[in-house]
C-alpha cells in the first residue's frame, strides 16, 4: 500500500502548519472545486453532513483528482463503519468524540486487520484498488492515520494518555462542543475556551504529537498556530459560499440577513 498522503503533508510536514477545510455540502463537484483551491486537505464530513458510504465514495473521488488530500469524518466511533469507510477507499479516520484511552484504542483497533485489531477482511474492495493491489493485507495497517478528536475538558485532561495509544496518529480538539461542555455554547472565542485550546496544543507539543482544529475565520487559525497546532481548518464549504454570498449581497445593498455565523465543528 502507497505511503499515506495525509501523514505525510499534513501531519509530518515541517515547513509550514497545514491548511484545509471542512465539507459540508455533500457535493463532490464542490469537493473537486474546493481541492484545487490551494487547500492542503479537506476533512469528509459525515457526522454533521447528509452523507453515507455511497456518496462519501464520490467526493473520496471528486478530491482524489485535486492535490488536496481527504480526512473522512466518521459519524461515531462505530466498527462496521469504519470498515466500510476504509473499504470506500479512506485512508484517513478521524474519530469524534473520544473520551477515553479505551474508546481510542477501540477505535485504532477498527482500523487494523488482525491480529492487530478486528477489522473485516474483504477481497473486493476500493481501498485494495478492486484486489488489484499486491500485498494490500498485509500492508493496509500502516497505511492508515487514525485522528482522535477531544471535544470536552474531561477528554483534553486525558490528552497525554490518549496520545500514548500505538496507531493514535493525532489529536484534534474541537472548539465548538468544547465550548458547549464549558457552558459557553456558540462562543469559542470566550476566554475560558480559549485558555483549554491552547493547554491542548501545549499538552500535545510536549508529547510530540502532531495536534489539529478548526476556526472559523483565518484571523482564529493564525491564532491557533500561534498556540502551537500543527494543522488547522478553516470554515467550510458551505460557510464560504454563503459567507461570500452575504458578503457581495451587502455591498449592494441588499443584504436580507446578517453574515453567516463561523462555524465551530
Do not use: C
Not at 499534513?10 to 483551491?37: D, K, Q, Y
Not at 455511497?54 to 488536496?68: D, F, H, S, W, Y
Not at 500514548?164 to 458547549?180: C, K, Q, R, T
Not at 493547554?199 to 487559525?221: E, N
Request: charged share 15%.
Amino acid at each position: 500500500m502507497s505511503a499515506n498522503a495525509f501523514k505525510k503533508t499534513v501531519l509530518n510536514s515541517s515547513a509550514r502548519p497545514a491548511v484545509g477545510s471542512w465539507l459540508m455540502s455533500a457535493s463532490a463537484t464542490i469537493a473537486e472545486a474546493m481541492g484545487h483551491s490551494g487547500f492542503d486537505f479537506l476533512v469528509v464530513d459525515m457526522e454533521h453532513s447528509p452523507l453515507h458510504i455511497a456518496n462519501t465514495v464520490e467526493l473520496l473521488r471528486a478530491i482524489a483528482g485535486t492535490p488536496a488530500v481527504p480526512l473522512v469524518r466518521i459519524a461515531n466511533n462505530d466498527q462496521v463503519l469504519v470498515k466500510q469507510v476504509l473499504d470506500s477507499g479512506a485512508t484517513s479516520v478521524m474519530f469524534p468524540f473520544i473520551q477515553t484511552v479505551e474508546q481510542a484504542r477501540a477505535a485504532v483497533g477498527y482500523t487494523r486487520y488482525p491480529p492487530h485489531g478486528v477489522r473485516g477482511v474483504a477481497a473486493m474492495h476500493r481501498g485494495s484498488k478492486y484486489g488489484s493491489e499486491k500485498g494490500y493485507l498485509q500492508t493496509a495497517n500502516d497505511g492508515v492515520a487514525v485522528v482522535i478528536q477531544l471535544e470536552t475538558p474531561e477528554a483534553i485532561e486525558r490528552l497525554d494518555d490518549i496520545a500514548a495509544v500505538p496507531g493514535v496518529d493525532s489529536l484534534f480538539v474541537g472548539p465548538g462542543d468544547l465550548a458547549a461542555a464549558m457552558g459557553h455554547i456558540g462562543d469559542i472565542g470566550h476566554a475560558q475556551v480559549q485558555a483549554l485550546i491552547e493547554r491542548a496544543a501545549r499538552a500535545a507539543r510536549a508529547v510530540g504529537k502532531p495536534i489539529g482544529i478548526v476556526g472559523g475565520t483565518p484571523q482564529m487559525v493564525q491564532r491557533f498556530f500561534e498556540y502551537g497546532y500543527t494543522w488547522s481548518a478553516i470554515a467550510s464549504d458551505l460557510a464560504l459560499l454563503t459567507g461570500r454570498a452575504a458578503e457581495w449581497l451587502e455591498s449592494l445593498g441588499r443584504g436580507t440577513r446578517a453574515a453567516p455565523a463561523a462555524p465551530a465543528y
